[in-house]
């Protein structure tokens, strides 16, 4: 049975970055917040594993935490 996508909103979201032996140590402040501003925003998803799967594709990192909503009548959305 196909699910139908929903529309998730992340608001806030921690990656497992020593994946693969890397050193926690090796990332700047800079490139670590370029990497979860990547996936701050608007996914369709059909359900919450669904839609950590597809972070998870498109960083390559795996997820320890996430926030989501499904309202995106949100401060992050909101163009004012």
């Known amino acids: 049975k ?19 032996g890397n050193d926690e140590d ?4 800079q490139e670590y917040k ?3 501003d990547s996936a701050i ?6 359900d919450d ?8 594709e498109k960083t390559g990192f ?5 926030d989501y909503t499904l309202n995106t009548l949100h401060p992050l959305t909101s163009y004012l």
Do not use: P, R, S
């Not at 196909?2 to 693969?20: A, C, N, P, R, S």
């Not at 795996?62 to 996430?66: G, L, P």
């Open 26 to 29: 090796e990332w700047t402040d």
């Open 34 to 36: 370029d990497l979860v």
């Open 2 to 20: 196909l699910m139908k996508e929903k529309l998730y909103l992340v608001t806030d979201i921690h990656f497992d970055i020593t994946d693969g």
């Open 62 to 66: 795996c997820i320890i935490d996430i």
């Open 41 to 46: 925003g608007l996914w369709y998803a059909e």
């Open 49 to 56: 594993n669904h839609l950590c799967d597809k972070i998870t």
